[in-house]
T-cell receptor, first 115, second 109 residues
Framework: GAVVSQHPSWVICKSGTSVKIECRSL??????MFWYRQFPKQSLMLMAT?????????EQGVEKDKFLINHASLTLSTLTVTSAHPEDSSFYIC???????????FGPGTRLTVL | AQRVTQPEKLLSVFKGAPVELKCNYS??????LFWYVQYSRQRLQLLLR??SRESIKGFTADLNKGETSFHLKKPFAQEEDSAMYYC???????????FGAGTRLAVHP
């Protein structure tokens, strides 16, 4: 159990367009979901923490208006990269946890390429 | 500020050799430390955590508060251990994981 999926697995878009990435907990209810960004050959950087039904908490330096996060249900969180630019190209990974003390289960990641 | 340091980007060993992946952290309180592993083309998964004091796939890690370290060890490396290993820290429960840069372990036959 405890499987997290992401859709799409990869996406290519034009500069200026918006892209939505979905994160789903398939077999459990996730009270909290996390969004990370990973640059090539670098570590995961936490972007924001999302609790179901409430506004996401963004890490310092992450633009809220740029990276819109919605956690409308206990099994789905979405990350929308608005007005994407080439510098937004990266690997975006989500994770989900049942409770505040539970381990994080990671999704497979979404590779975004902005042309 | 909390920080996790993994000084080695790549650790290359032969099968059967001992392995030690280094991890140091900086945090003034009592952190919880984890090791995550990412095999080729697979998602990140939890390997072990210091509070459980368990051994997974032959790996162990001991939290040394005096040296602020949480090194990952295995006495005899196997080829299937080749992967990317991340040390991570959280200051409360499992939320807000802070990851190190990662160490790639390559085990050669």
């Amino acid at each position: 159990g405890a499987v997290v999926s992401q859709h799409p697995s990869w996406v290519i878009c034009k500069s200026g367009t918006s892209v939505k990435i979905e994160c789903r907990s398939l077999d459990f209810q996730a009270t909290t979901m996390f969004w990370y960004r990973q640059f090539p050959k670098q570590s995961l950087m936490l972007m924001a923490t999302s609790n179901e039904g409430s506004k996401a908490t963004y890490e310092q330096g992450v633009e809220k208006d740029k990276f819109l996060i919605n956690h409308a249900s206990l099994t789905l969180s979405t990350l929308t990269v608005t007005s994407a630019h080439p510098e937004d190209s990266s690997f975006y990974i989500c994770s989900a946890t049942r409770t505040a003390t539970d381990t994080q289960y990671f999704g497979p990641g979404t590779r975004l390429t902005v042309l | 500020a909390q920080r996790v340091t993994q000084p080695e980007k790549l650790l290359s060993v032969f099968k059967g050799a001992p392995v030690e992946l280094k991890c140091n952290y900086s945090y003034s309180g009592s952190p919880e430390l984890f090791w995550y592993v990412q095999y080729s083309r697979q998602r990140l998964q939890l390997l072990l955590r210091h509070i459980s004091r368990e051994s997974i796939k032959g790996f162990t890690a001991d939290l040394n508060k005096g040296e602020t370290s949480f090194h990952l060890k295995k006495p005899f490396a196997q080829e299937e251990d080749s992967a990317m290993y991340y040390c991570a820290l959280t200051t409360g429960g499992y939320n807000k994981l802070i990851f190190g840069a990662g160490t790639r372990l390559a085990v050669h036959p």
